[in-house]
């Protein structure tokens, strides 16, 4: 898995074989140590809603994605789209902008090698 960071865009990147991982119900960890000055953990799961969610500390983020958004999109890969939410903040200049997507290159190299 991984994470960008721009001002209020949050991306969060995952090859295949993490994708499979989320729609088994399985949730996604990251662990960066940033040196010896903190730990982040960042958790990504799939949830029963319409809305992606954020929550957590500054050091450990949960991450919680529409299963059903998920599944659909799935189902359309490879695509250079990915998954697009808005998650309202204190004010509209703290909205964070969410985008997941998955990342299909390895898959799409071993269609082109075989």
């Not at 119900?25 to 960066?32: H, N």
């Not at 599944?71 to 902008?97: S, W």
Request: glycine share 8%; hydrophobic share 45%.
């Amino acid at each position: 898995m991984k994470l960008q960071i721009e001002g209020q865009n949050l991306r969060v990147r995952i090859g295949e074989v993490e994708l499979a991982t989320l729609m088994a119900g399985d949730a996604l960890v990251s662990r960066t140590a940033f040196a010896q000055a903190f730990t982040l953990t960042c958790t990504v799961r799939l949830g029963a809603g319409d809305t992606a969610s954020f929550s957590g500390r500054a050091d450990t983020w949960q991450i919680e994605i529409p299963e059903a958004a998920v599944r659909d999109h799935a189902r359309r890969l490879p695509t250079r789209e990915g998954l697009k939410f808005i998650l309202a903040g204190t004010g509209d200049a703290d909205a964070l902008k969410l985008l997941f997507d998955v990342d299909v290159r390895e898959s799409v190299r071993r269609r082109r090698s075989s």
